[in-house]
């Protein structure tokens, strides 16, 4: 069997068009290292995939004219068998009552040969919102500055900032990924390229809210604060320093004279994260130890065992442990008070969260999940106008067969994770729930070729979970959408994402209110995306070209852009041209959900990410250049609640 044909039998798209309509050939080479980094798929004898039903409607298998009957089937779960049956029949007819729930199903013919696949109980759609109509405040959350930060914004910051949108009439805030990152790779910021997705950057923490923390200990830092506080961009080499002192100082003041309450806390906290917190922590332990990638390791640590955990824990590193996971406490403890503060607030949203697509390969989750994830490729995507050479983001994302053979475990404790405080949550790049672009490692990123994914099985599971935790799901479909994609997420329940800066038609022409669908989330940009003062500037495509990368558009085309805004604003009788006006446009949609960013509201120039830079550009470290307690009057508060009238938040 040649390459090509192993491949398309393993749902590898070698041949396809890429988002400028040029014909693209995965390289044989290129396509030897994606067969190689997939994890060994079971052949099925009779299923064709993970079996998907949908609560209220009629659900049947079909199965292959091989199976022997009558076949016997059971549904199973870690807590014995929930149901089970015989069938005379090819086609199986689930039972209507089977509870929600991610399970596997067996099944045995006449010639007691067997097979088996996932079997998911799902809600008939994802959890809707109980909000009519709102918008939330879009925040950079590293970026924020405030007169007691410790050079970067905190989860202190995030309360005032809530308290700051509730007043504004916002139903939440929205945030970049506050995944954990590397403690000693603070260069590495990037939020979407993070260590774990199952756990907490804890650069975020406000150290001076510990009730273990002692000031008096840290006088000799004001100096080194006050440089912090001036500074345009985030030290985050200095920052972290800083931080990762001051919590080793409370943990062990803790482990000293642990005031009741709080070893109560700490220790609940710890019976409920369980194992994955130990792997973390131990993970965190050995990384250090080893300073060397986790398949480099000795072998007896090249994947996690509990067993191994509980050893490390009771020997000399026990106390290094501890302290990992008391930092992840103090960051839980501190983010759950932010949620508590919206519900306060009687916000509708709360917390809206970001989710990356991947995690790193030589990270906590790649480690953890071995067969699910596929650290040897990186997931990216083909060329387009916006990045001509196609891009490669370094990540490692889960992949199909892995999936299955774990039950989608892997993908659900994600989505726990991310939902765990968050009214909303947003899937970045959500069409890899359908098919992930890979590229191998080496390789150029116009290289890479689209692997299928369980599509319906992952929508399944993102509608179970999202019901579960009363969490709006907002995928990020854009870029290269396949044909009816927009389609199956809405049948689910699964919210759109769209960006007016791409919502024009074949002419340039912006489309009007009418065009926008009810469930989604619509912006005028994203963090990826000039800001809207840089936009009509023109500063987003200076910047490029004096570095020496493609912009995609020309000065006419953005000229012609902003001829196409006004003569939508005037269509639309709103007489004023700036941001407001664009605000007043957007809160005229259909869609439910409207992020305005503070970038904007601020008339921010310059944008927090370029793709496609590293040095050239400060990259997710630019800080506002309005101190939190300033921004109320810095806004047009007037010219907001006009812009944002009928979506605002009943307080």
Same mark, same amino acid.
């Given at each position: 069997?040649?390459?090509?044909?192993?491949?398309?039998?393993?749902?590898?798209?070698?041949?396809?068009?890429?988002?400028?309509?040029?014909?693209?050939?995965?390289?044989?080479?290129?396509?030897?290292?994606?067969?190689?980094?997939?994890?060994?798929?079971?052949?099925?004898?009779?299923?064709?995939?993970?079996?998907?039903?949908?609560?209220?409607?009629?659900?049947?298998?079909?199965?292959?004219?091989?199976?022997?009957?009558?076949?016997?089937?059971?549904?199973?779960?870690?807590?014995?068998?929930?149901?089970?049956?015989?069938?005379?029949?090819?086609?199986?007819?689930?039972?209507?009552?089977?509870?929600?729930?991610?399970?596997?199903?067996?099944?045995?013919?006449?010639?007691?040969?067997?097979?088996?696949?996932?079997?998911?109980?799902?809600?008939?759609?994802?959890?809707?919102?109980?909000?009519?109509?709102?918008?939330?405040?879009?925040?950079?959350?590293?970026?924020?500055?405030?007169?007691?930060?410790?050079?970067?914004?905190?989860?202190?910051?995030?309360?005032?900032?809530?308290?700051?949108?509730?007043?504004?009439?916002?139903?939440?805030?929205?945030?970049?990924?506050?995944?954990?990152?590397?403690?000693?790779?603070?260069?590495?910021?990037?939020?979407?390229?993070?260590?774990?997705?199952?756990?907490?950057?804890?650069?975020?923490?406000?150290?001076?809210?510990?009730?273990?923390?002692?000031?008096?200990?840290?006088?000799?830092?004001?100096?080194?604060?006050?440089?912090?506080?001036?500074?345009?961009?985030?030290?985050?080499?200095?920052?972290?320093?800083?931080?990762?002192?001051?919590? /080793? !100082?409370?943990? +062990?003041?803790? =482990?000293?004279?642990? *005031?009741?309450?709080?070893?109560? #806390?700490?220790?609940? &906290?710890? $019976?409920?994260?369980?194992?994955?917190?130990?792997?973390?922590?131990?993970?965190?332990?050995?990384?250090?130890?080893?300073?060397?990638?986790?398949?480099?390791?000795?072998?007896?640590? /090249? !994947?996690?065992? +509990?067993?191994? =955990?509980?050893?490390? *824990?009771?020997?000399?590193?026990? #106390?290094?442990?501890? &302290?990992? $996971?008391?930092?992840?406490?103090?960051?839980?403890?501190?983010?759950?008070?932010?949620?508590?503060?919206?519900?306060?607030?009687?916000?509708?949203?709360?917390?809206?969260?970001?989710?990356?697509?991947?995690?790193?390969?030589?990270?906590?989750?790649?480690?953890?999940?071995?067969?699910?994830?596929?650290?040897?490729?990186?997931?990216?995507?083909?060329?387009?106008?916006?990045?001509?050479?196609?891009?490669?983001?370094?990540?490692?994302?889960?992949?199909?067969?892995?999936?299955?053979?774990?039950?989608?475990?892997?993908?659900?404790?994600?989505?726990?994770?991310?939902?765990?405080?968050?009214?909303?949550?947003?899937?970045?790049?959500?069409?890899?729930?359908?098919?992930?672009?890979?590229?191998?490692?080496?390789?150029?990123?116009?290289?890479?070729?689209?692997?299928?994914?369980?599509?319906?099985?992952?929508?399944?599971?993102?509608?179970?979970?999202?019901?579960?935790?009363?969490?709006?799901?907002?995928?990020?479909?854009?870029?290269?959408?396949?044909?009816?994609?927009?389609?199956?997420?809405?049948?689910?329940?699964?919210?759109?994402?769209?960006?007016?800066?791409?919502?024009?038609?074949?002419?340039?022409?912006?489309?009007?209110?009418?065009?926008?669908?009810?469930?989604?989330?619509?912006?005028?940009?994203?963090?990826?995306?000039?800001?809207?003062?840089?936009?009509?500037?023109?500063?987003?495509?200076?910047?490029?070209?004096?570095?020496?990368?493609?912009?995609?558009?020309?000065?006419?085309?953005?000229?012609?852009?902003?001829?196409?805004?006004?003569?939508?604003?005037?269509?639309?009788?709103?007489?004023?041209?700036?941001?407001?006006?664009?605000?007043?446009?957007?809160?005229?949609?259909?869609?439910?959900?409207?992020?305005?960013?503070?970038?904007?509201?601020?008339?921010?120039?310059?944008?927090?990410?370029?793709?496609?830079?590293?040095?050239?550009?400060?990259?997710?470290?630019?800080?506002?250049?309005?101190?939190?307690?300033?921004?109320?009057?810095?806004?047009?508060?007037?010219?907001?609640?006009?812009?944002?009238?009928?979506?605002?938040?009943?307080?």
């Amino acid at each position: 069997m040649d390459l090509f044909t192993q491949a398309t039998e393993l749902g590898i798209q070698t041949e396809f068009y890429d988002g400028q309509g040029h014909r693209r050939v995965t390289d044989a080479a290129a396509l030897q290292v994606i067969l190689d980094a997939m994890p060994v798929q079971l052949r099925r004898r009779w299923l064709q995939g993970p079996v998907v039903i949908r609560r209220g409607e009629a659900a049947r298998t079909e199965l292959c004219e091989a199976v022997a009957l009558p076949l016997r089937w059971t549904i199973g779960s870690s807590d014995g068998i929930i149901a089970q049956g015989e069938s005379g029949d090819r086609t199986l007819h689930w039972p209507a009552d089977l509870p929600i729930g991610c399970y596997r199903l067996h099944l045995t013919d006449a010639t007691q040969s067997h097979d088996e696949a996932p079997l998911i109980v799902a809600p008939p759609t994802a959890y809707s919102g109980s909000f009519d109509r709102c918008w939330i405040l879009a925040v950079q959350l590293y970026g924020v500055r405030s007169a007691r930060n410790w050079g970067m914004g905190d989860f202190t910051d995030l309360e005032r900032l809530i308290d700051l949108a509730a007043s504004l009439g916002a139903g939440g805030v929205g945030l970049n990924p506050l995944h954990a990152l590397f403690d000693d790779r603070p260069s590495d910021c990037s939020p979407y390229s993070p260590n774990s997705r199952q756990f907490l950057n804890a650069l975020y923490i406000d150290v001076e809210q510990l009730p273990e923390f002692s000031r008096e200990r840290f006088a000799d830092v004001e100096d080194t604060l006050a440089e912090l506080a001036r500074a345009e961009t985030i030290s985050y080499a200095t920052v972290a320093g800083l931080k990762w002192r001051a919590l /080793r !100082q409370a943990y +062990d003041s803790f =482990c000293a004279d642990p *005031r009741p309450d709080r070893a109560a #806390g700490f220790a609940a &906290f710890r $019976e409920e994260r369980g194992a994955l917190l130990l792997r973390f922590a131990c993970f965190e332990v050995l990384r250090h130890k080893f300073h060397t990638p986790w398949w480099d390791w000795p072998a007896e640590w /090249r !994947q996690p065992d +509990d067993a191994q =955990c509980e050893k490390l *824990r009771d020997g000399e590193d026990g #106390g290094e442990i501890g &302290f990992i $996971e008391f930092v992840q406490w103090c960051a839980d403890e501190q983010l759950r008070g932010c949620r508590d503060s919206a519900k306060r607030r009687g916000m509708s949203i709360g917390l809206y969260l970001d989710v990356a697509v991947g995690v790193q390969s030589d990270g906590f989750d790649a480690w953890n999940e071995r067969v699910a994830i596929s650290r040897q490729l990186g997931v990216g995507a083909p060329p387009d106008p916006l990045n001509t050479a196609g891009q490669d983001w370094g990540l490692a994302g889960f992949n199909a067969a892995g999936l299955e053979a774990r039950s989608f475990e892997p993908y659900r404790a994600m989505l726990r994770a991310s939902m765990r405080y968050a009214g909303a949550i947003r899937l970045d790049h959500v069409l890899g729930l359908k098919r992930l672009y890979l590229v191998p490692h080496g390789f150029r990123a116009d290289n890479g070729a689209y692997v299928q994914m369980p599509f319906e099985a992952l929508l399944a599971i993102t509608a179970l979970e999202s019901c579960a935790h009363h969490c709006v799901v907002i995928g990020e479909d854009l870029g290269t959408v396949p044909d009816g994609f927009r389609d199956r997420l809405a049948a689910w329940g699964i919210w759109s994402y769209r960006v007016m800066i791409f919502e024009r038609d074949g002419n340039g022409a912006f489309r009007g209110p009418d065009a926008y669908p009810a469930n989604a989330l619509v912006t005028f940009n994203t963090h990826d995306l000039a800001t809207f003062a840089g936009w009509r500037s023109f500063a987003d495509l200076q910047f490029k070209r004096s570095i020496g990368i493609d912009p995609g558009e020309s000065d006419d085309a953005r000229w012609h852009a902003l001829g196409m805004l006004g003569d939508m604003l005037r269509h639309q009788a709103i007489e004023r041209d700036d941001f407001y006006a664009v605000t007043k446009f957007l809160t005229r949609t259909h869609s439910r959900l409207l992020a305005i960013s503070l970038e904007d509201l601020l008339k921010v120039t310059d944008q927090p990410n370029i793709p496609g830079t590293v040095d050239q550009h400060p990259n997710w470290r630019r800080r506002l250049p309005v101190p939190l307690e300033d921004i109320v009057a810095a806004i047009d508060q007037p010219a907001l609640q006009d812009a944002t009238a009928g979506r605002g938040q009943q307080r």
